[in-house]
């Protein structure tokens, strides 16, 4: 979900490469590409027959893409 998420705004490529404590940073995110993350990893886990609705605090503390990978974990539900 989180790859997808990434991928719907960053170039696919580039978000493969990532690690999970890869930087969030290196892809130069700005507050409304991290808005775009959200809406991407929100239709995703729709599509996947869950909810997962991340919020600006979410966001502001996802550091590294493990980051995102537990703050969707946590907001994850069926």
Known sequence: I???GLTAVFDAGLVRQ???DSPLSVLGMVPAD???VAD???QEA???GWSCRLGDDDLA???TVADLV???Q???ER
């Open 40 to 42: 991407a990893v929100e």
């Open 74 to 76: 946590q907001r994850g």
């Open 70 to 72: 537990t703050a969707v």
């Open 61 to 63: 503390v996802a550091v």
């Open 46 to 48: 729709g599509r996947l």
């Open 2 to 4: 989180v790859e997808v």
């Open 34 to 36: 991290a808005v775009c």
């Open 18 to 20: 990532l690690r999970e």
